[in-house]
């Protein structure tokens, strides 16, 4: 029903629209009567009405613009010329058409309208025939009361839409009408009609809307950055409201650019049909989500490349009838497009259940045609392998069609769709059928991005291929760059990830030791890889401006941006670094990702490692830590021989776990506690000093025989010991595991588990 009513309302404001003009255009014709130009216009007005009314199922409308389109094909045939009778037969049709559509925007229906007076005065001129009381109504036309405003009656369901069919079918039924077009109030409470709630806006203005809005964000950035490097609260007051509004206006002209993808998706039912018939194939489409907006402009950018996708699915994807049946399946094939948002990009899919594409048969065509080499394609898994279909010149067509197999095709989706900062990426089961994705961001003038240093130079990376950032840690042994076949790599919670550093992606010298470097860990179709830049400053909302071509032909940047302090950012292309990068040597990569694949899958917790006292380290489960507080030490106080303190409400058990396990700490006015939150139950376990949180490898273990330790490890080229957390914990509260034994079952069998 919400896409009947929103019909109803384009309709509604696009017929007062054209009412308008059609009283100029009548006027002025009845002054140049031979005007073939004023003559189409109003003959494409009201044969406009008339078409989208029968559409809608409003009859009387529908009879009344049929009789005066009548009488406009004598005047554009030229049987007959404009006069004073028939300017006024015409102005009364268009003042009962205003009537006509006062009714449907109050109550959804025509109402009790009078046409028949307006339609014989019509007919009465065509035929040449002016009984005396037509006379005299065409001449002073009865005037029209104003209706009074009426309550909206329970809206009728209106009839499904249905797609014509190639020949024209007969004139429908009458049928309900759809619901009326929703209203609103204006400033002053009057009910706002639909023609006065919305506004046709040229292009060119909301692009230089946009442009305006782009100055604005970038002019309030280098205020927020000055307002926090000041001490002038009203300065800090002022930029949070500039901050403000700054966001809700670009917000709202951002909104204003939206379309819904159905506008690409309404030529589909036609490609679909056509190609379906040319290739033999039975394909039912169904379209899930056409009302997902995004920007205009990215709307004609993934028309070509949806177009593709969805030929390619009907051509190579969906099997003919025959095949079908005798795998099981319906005759008809089944195509679905869907859109929605996700992670502030729209998500859009094109599916099809057919017979799917085989990694092995991808494999042998990269082989054959020389992309690969058998050794490598062994190596690779087949998500791999279907990536593979996106090299140019890659086709599994078996011949050269009108529709397909000269291998050019899915390079090129994949170049359109990263060219506006998307992503594209195929998943595909044998005999199950194949889904193509395409990420978009929802509009390329404004993107939240992270913004880096490297050599010197800032570069903005976009935040939607971010997934998150990794400090190297010189203090341990084991978390540092290794190599793989002269491959740099990096262990992140057992895996081995690819690093690729940015000053050499870039052509330009490193200034920063390898070991200082920052891992930002991006995303980029299905690869994930580490890029190590220098420095990582801050986030920011960017405004993207085009490159030049000079610069766009090196191929590693998709734009240009100034950040807040006034410097001008180059913005990193993620994807064509990753192919430059990564795939420069493909044997290379393929061994890479065959022993990243390979490697043991280590497992790991991370721990907190705490200081407790005589050089003595400690480390305990992070997933056992509720939080970290500070207390006083004069807050202490002595219940039945045990320190406790008054936390949050409550009475808090606390252990000094230098005494716990047999040494001492400092003195000190200020007490560190680790608090351990389990069933409603909390104990504070003190300790001296917070060394850090690690990954902790379960396999490097060493067993210990000590009261209040399970065991020992190395981390940071330390040994540290591992707390055993329940002795702990029972030592500030033996009643801790009372209320439900099988905590207790749980913490122990952590500890042991964690030690062997």
């Not at 782009?214 to 009203?234: K, M, T, W, Y």
């Not at 392998?385 to 090129?412: I, Y």
């Not at 998709?558 to 064509?576: C, F, H, K, N, P």
Request: net charge negative.
């Amino acid at each position: 029903m919400e896409d009947i009513d929103e019909i109803v309302r384009e309709f509604l404001v696009e017929s007062h629209e054209n009412l308008d003009q059609l009283d100029r255009d009548l006027v002025a014709l009845e002054e140049h009567p031979g005007s073939r130009e004023l003559l189409s216009s109003v003959f494409r007005t009201i044969h406009t009405i008339k078409g989208t009314s029968g559409f809608l199922a409003f009859g009387r409308l529908e009879q009344l613009t049929h009789v005066g389109e009548n009488l406009l094909v004598e005047l554009r045939d030229g049987k007959r010329s404009m006069d004073q009778p028939t300017t006024d037969v015409l102005l009364r049709m268009v003042d009962t058409v205003r009537d006509l559509l006062g009714a449907i925007e109050r109550t959804g229906g025509e109402g009790d309208v009078d046409v028949e007076a307006a339609r014989a005065a019509l007919v009465a001129v065509q035929e040449g025939v002016l009984p005396e009381a037509t006379a005299a109504a065409v001449a002073e036309p009865e005037p029209v009361a104003e209706p009074e405003p009426v309550a909206v009656p329970t809206p009728t369901p209106a009839p499904a839409a249905v797609l014509p069919t190639p020949r024209a079918p007969e004139p429908p039924a009458p049928a309900a009408p759809p619901t009326a077009a929703p209203s609103s109030l204006d400033d002053t409470g009057t009910l706002r009609g639909a023609a006065d709630s919305s506004i046709r806006v040229d292009v060119e203005l909301l692009d230089s809307l946009m442009r305006q809005v782009g100055e604005l964000v970038l002019a309030r950035n280098r205020i927020s950055r000055l307002a926090s490097s000041a001490q002038d609260v009203d300065l800090a007051r002022s930029a949070q409201q500039l901050n403000l509004i700054a966001s809700e206006l670009q917000e709202g002209v951002m909104r204003t650019r939206m379309q819904p993808i159905e506008h690409v998706w309404s030529k589909m039912p036609r490609v679909v049909r056509d190609l379906a018939a040319l290739c033999g194939r039975e394909v039912r489409l169904e379209m899930v989500g056409g009302d997902t907006e995004l920007d205009r402009g990215l709307l004609e950018a993934v028309k070509d490349p949806l177009t593709h996708l969805v030929r390619n699915a009907v051509d190579h994807g969906i099997e003919s009838p025959a095949d079908r049946v005798a795998t099981g399946k319906a005759p008809a094939g089944l195509l679905e497009l869907r859109a929605s948002h996700a992670g502030g990009q729209v998500s859009v899919e094109v599916r099809d259940d057919g017979r799917g594409i085989d990694p092995e048969v991808v494999a042998a065509k990269a082989v054959a045609k020389g992309l690969r080499t058998a050794d490598q394609v062994a190596a690779m898994s087949a998500n791999e392998l279907l990536q593979l279909l996106f090299l140019p010149g890659f086709s599994t067509a078996e011949k050269v069609t009108n529709v397909s197999g000269r291998g050019v095709g899915m390079d090129v989706v994949r170049t359109r769709i990263e060219s506006i900062g998307g992503t594209v990426d195929v998943e595909s089961t044998v005999g199950a059928g194949t889904v193509w994705r395409l990420r978009i961001p929802l509009t390329l003038a404004i993107m939240p991005s992270l913004s880096v240093e490297c050599s010197g130079d800032l570069y903005a990376l976009p935040q939607v291929h971010v997934v998150e950032l990794v400090a190297l840690d010189t203090q341990r042994s084991d978390a540092g760059v290794e190599y793989v076949h002269a491959a740099p790599v990096y262990r992140l919670r057992g895996e081995l990830l690819p690093l690729v550093s940015l000053a050499g992606a870039l052509g330009v010298e490193a200034t920063t030791p390898e070991a200082e470097s920052v891992i930002a860990v991006v995303q980029a179709d299905q690869q994930r890889f580490g890029l190590l830049v220098d420095r990582v400053l801050t986030t920011e909302e960017i405004v993207v401006t085009p490159l030049a071509s000079r610069l766009k032909a090196i191929g590693v940047y998709s734009g240009a941006t100034v950040l807040g302090d006034g410097r001008v950012a180059l913005i990193l292309d993620v994807q064509a670094i990753a192919r430059r990068s990564l795939v420069r040597d493909p044997e290379l990569a393929a061994r890479v990702a065959a022993e990243s694949r390979a490697a043991v899958k280590v497992q790991t917790e991370q721990v907190l490692v705490a200081g407790i006292g005589g050089g003595r380290r400690v480390a305990m489960p992070l997933a056992s830590v509720a939080r970290l507080e500070h207390v006083r030490a004069d807050q202490v106080e002595l219940v039945g021989g045990r320190e406790v303190v008054q936390y949050r409400g409550t009475i808090l058990p606390l252990a000094r776990l230098d005494r716990v396990l047999g040494t001492y700490a400092r003195e000190s006015d200020e007490l560190l506690l680790v608090v351990y939150t389990r069933a409603g139950r909390s104990v504070g376990l003190v300790v001296e000093e917070i060394v850090d949180i690690v990954e902790d490898e379960v396999g490097r273990h060493s067993s210990i025989d000590d009261a209040g330790l399970t065991g020992s490890t190395v981390l940071g080229d330390r040994v540290t010991e591992l707390l055993d957390v329940r002795a702990a914990v029972l030592a500030a509260d033996r009643d801790f595991y009372a209320e439900d034994p099988f905590l207790a079952l749980a913490d122990t069998a952590d500890l042991v588990g964690a030690t062997r």
